[in-house]
């Protein structure tokens, strides 16, 4: 088992800035990949970002990459989202997950690859 907690959303301001956190606990040494999700309102599940918990690859969706910065503290258990330049279209839950499955790290821009999830932090940007 994996408990994966998010914490460090909120209200911004169009072109601000938040940093979200992800502790991870548990059966952390079985993770390979984490990844970031967001969902708005009456739409589905969206791929963020991930990063290989291993090598530290990373990749991003195209609305948020340059924008957007995935981390880890191994050491910690616990990764980061760094958000710069928001827009009002950030505006959604956004929840961590762990993935224990040795699959293509492509692969894990699916939801479906991803066995663990946060409960989700609440990250609002207003015009």
């Known amino acids: 088992q994996v408990q994966l907690v998010e914490s460090g959303g909120g209200l911004v301001q169009a072109g601000g800035s938040l940093r979200l956190s992800c502790q991870a606990s548990?059966?952390?040494?079985?993770?390979?990949?984490m990844g970031w999700f967001r969902q708005a309102p009456g739409r589905e599940r969206e791929f963020v970002t991930h990063?290989?918990?291993?090598?530290?690859?990373?990749s991003y969706a195209g609305s948020v990459k340059g924008r957007f910065t995935i981390s880890r503290d191994s050491a910690k258990n616990t990764m980061y989202l760094q958000m710069n330049s928001l827009k009002p279209e950030d505006t959604a839950v956004y929840h961590c997950a762990a993935s224990l499955r040795q699959v293509v790290f492509t692969s894990t821009t699916s939801p479906d690859t991803y066995d663990y999830w946060g409960q989700g932090t609440q990250v609002t940007v207003s015009s």
């Open positions: 548990g059966r952390t040494l079985t993770i390979y990949t």
């Open positions: 990063i290989s918990w291993r090598t530290g690859s990373t």
